[in-house]
Each structure stands twice: as C-alpha cells, then as structure tokens.
C-alpha cells in the first residue's frame, strides 16, 4: 500500500525486501545501541567531569574495545552475506521475464527457462488527464507476474542506460545496451507495485513508469491469454 507520507520503507512485495527491512531493522538497532553508549560515556565525561584511568588505558579497555566491535561486525556480516546469496540463486526460477528500456517506455517479454516466448507487451505512461490523481505512475499496459513462484528478470536497454526499480520488492537493475543483468524475485502477495526509472537518460527520464501486479498463477495465465 502506498502512502503520500510515508516514513520507512514501503510494504514488501517480496520475501526478499521482507528479509531486507528485518536486516535494516537488526542493523539499526546495533547501531542505536553503540550510539546509546558513546553518548552516555560522552556526558559523564563532558558533564560531570568523571574520568577513570581504568576506563581511557589499560589492556581490559583496549582488549574489549577491540572484541567488542569485531563482533558486531560478525553480527552484522552474516545475515549479510546470506542475503546476497539468496539475491544471486537462480537455480530455482521459473519464468524469465525480460525488461527492455526505451526512450521513454518500458517494453517486457515472458519466457518459459527453455527461451520460449509467451507473451510480450509495451507499457507507455498515461497522460495527465487519465492518470486518476497518480501522475507519473500509471501505464496504459502493465506487467503481471504470479506470487509465491520465483522469476528470473532479464534487463537491458535498446538505447541510453535505464534502471527498472520497485522499491516495494527490493529490485534496481540497471538496463545497459548491448548487456543483460539478472535480477531475482518471487512476489509474496497480491498487489500492485509502482516504479519508476532510477537513471537520468533523458529529456523523459521521469516519464518512465513501471507498474507490475502480482496475481494467481490462474489470473497470470488468463493474461497471457489475452495477450
């Protein structure tokens, strides 16, 4: 759900900006902790004029200050690195969708793994005047991909670098001429998600609006279908 005021990240989409928003959550939380302790020890020392040799030398302070941080680092790095390997598996997709930018719409493909070609569609912004109080983020035509079945994204570009973002699924890939960079989602619930070009590349570079509904896997074929 989008809101025009908004603090935080926007309701996740997918299980990976689910897992992205809980490793913000942990991670600011350590950092609120370390900040906590610094200003504590700040004041005692600034306010109250309270200084302990014991605390600014000695080999149990340097010892611990130099445990300590090595393992938040640890704390951190792992749920890390864990999420950057679930990001690069595609061993388990089963679409390919492939996203090509333009100057200035955004065209898709849906594949099988086997390179067959089931759909595509052409997705250009609506004017003003039929955007329905959403200027700059309705398309005429719209992506749609079934939930809970992971797809491979294909994204590349037919002229200048775009980027293809929907923050509410955690996903930025950059569209470059002539290369084709993979992204990997599997969408968690029924919805509609809005993006827009993250790249300058161009004069209507802002008009370059991504829509993309997650749907039932039957919904999803119906659309084909229609195509």
């Not at 609120?32 to 004041?43: A, D, T």
């Not at 898709?108 to 086997?114: L, Q, V």
């Not at 035509?141 to 939930?147: A, N, Q």
């Not at 827009?196 to 896997?217: D, Y």
Request: glycine share 8%; charged share 15%; proline share 4%.
């Amino acid at each position: 759900m989008m809101s025009w005021c908004q603090l935080g990240f926007q309701d996740a989409g997918s299980y990976f900006m689910e897992e992205f928003i809980y490793f913000h959550d942990f991670t600011m939380m350590i950092i609120l902790g370390v900040l906590s302790y610094v200003v504590v020890f700040l004041v005692l020392g600034l306010v109250s004029g309270w200084v302990d040799s014991g605390f600014v030398e000695g080999q149990l302070i340097e010892f611990m200050w130099t445990i300590f941080p090595a393992l938040i680092l640890i704390q951190i790095a792992f749920p890390s690195l864990l999420l950057l390997y679930l990001i690069e598996d595609f061993s388990k997709s089963f679409l390919v969708c492939k996203v090509v930018g333009h100057q200035w719409y955004w065209s898709y493909e849906i594949k099988t793994e086997s390179s067959e070609i089931l759909a595509s569609v052409d997705c250009y912004m609506l004017p003003r005047e039929g955007a329905f109080g959403m200027r700059l983020l309705l398309t005429d035509e719209f992506l749609m991909l079934p939930i809970n079945v992971p797809v491979r994204i294909l994204v590349t570009s037919d002229d200048v670098i775009h980027s293809w973002t929907l923050p509410s699924l955690g996903i930025k890939g950059d569209a470059v001429p002539g290369r084709l960079n993979q992204l990997n989602v599997t969408l968690s619930r029924k919805a509609m998600y809005y993006g827009q070009c993250s790249e300058i590349c161009g004069a209507n570079h802002s008009f370059m609006p991504v829509m993309l509904m997650g749907v039932t896997s039957p919904q999803f074929f119906m659309w084909l279908d229609r195509l």
